[in-house]
Antibody, heavy 122, light 108 residues
Framework: EVQLVESGGGLIQPGGSLRLSCAAS????????MSWVRQAPGKGLEWVSV???????YYADSVKGRFTISRDNSKNTLYLQMNSLRAEDTAVYYC????????????????WGRGTLVTVSS | EIVLTQSPGTLSLSPGERATLSCRAS???????LAWYQQKPGQAPRLLIY???SRATGIPDRVSGSGSGTDFTLTISRLEPEDFAVYYC?????????FGGGTKVEIK
């Protein structure tokens, strides 16, 4: 079955660090563009970061310099290292696969995990 | 940054009725790179439409997308009980990619 399963969320104090994981099955993470998208409680969706199949990475301005996206090809797993966490980082974090059509990848998302909740609070 | 404005905020309709959702962009969306998602409470978003009008795998043909430039529309021709949810548009033609604020389709 093709799916994404996130883990690693929890309650963390402001200034702390957390690493999220996203285990993929049914396809190869390293062959796809993979992203993190977050949703604050009761709010809309916000793109966070993407890693290209070639390894290039990009970040939203709101997390640049604090978050790092990476992957472990041997484990077929995507990660998001989050440092210097702030209250405004509180959200459900979704792992998502970027869409692929007509021979190339795009920045829409055709497969999503169920998400993991990160709460930043003292 | 392209700002996407979705309207109405809430749409109250009955099963079997037609739903028309609007997504307006602050600038032209390059190459009609616009997607639509459905999200139900406690669930992840699900891709419905990409490229403004291409249905994703498994999406029924009662769901359709149209538009170009700055004005896009998602239409559900006959609402089924499972269609009551929140719908988001997203543009991916310009960096940073952005999402609209959502339209909630509720049972009247």
């Amino acid at each position: 079955e093709v799916q994404l399963v996130e883990s690693g969320g929890g309650l963390i104090q402001p200034g702390g660090s957390l690493r999220l994981s996203c285990a993929a099955s049914g396809f190869t993470v390293s062959s796809n563009y993979m992203s993190w998208v977050r949703q604050a409680p009761g709010k809309g969706l916000e793109w966070v970061s993407v890693i290209y199949s070639g390894g290039s990475t990009y970040y939203a301005d709101s997390v640049k310099g604090r978050f790092t996206i990476s992957r472990d090809n041997s484990k077929n797993t995507l990660y998001l290292q989050m440092n210097s966490l702030r209250a405004e980082d509180t959200a459900v974090y979704y792992c998502a696969r970027n869409g692929y059509s007509y021979g190339r990848s795009y920045w829409y998302f055709d497969l999503w995990g169920r998400g993991t909740l990160v709460t930043v609070s003292s | 940054e392209i700002v996407l404005t979705q309207s109405p905020g809430t749409l109250s309709l009955s099963p079997g009725e037609r739903a028309t959702l609007s997504c307006r962009a602050s600038q032209s969306v390059s190459s009609s790179y616009l997607a639509w998602y459905q999200q139900k409470p406690g669930q992840a978003p699900r891709l419905l439409i990409y490229g403004a009008s291409s249905r994703a795998t498994g999406i029924p043909d009662r769901v359709s997308g149209s538009g170009s430039g700055t004005d896009f529309t998602l239409t559900i021709s006959r609402l089924e009980p499972e269609d009551f949810a929140v719908y988001y548009c997203q543009q991916y033609g310009s960096s940073p990619l952005t999402f609209g604020g959502g339209t909630k389709v509720e049972i009247k």
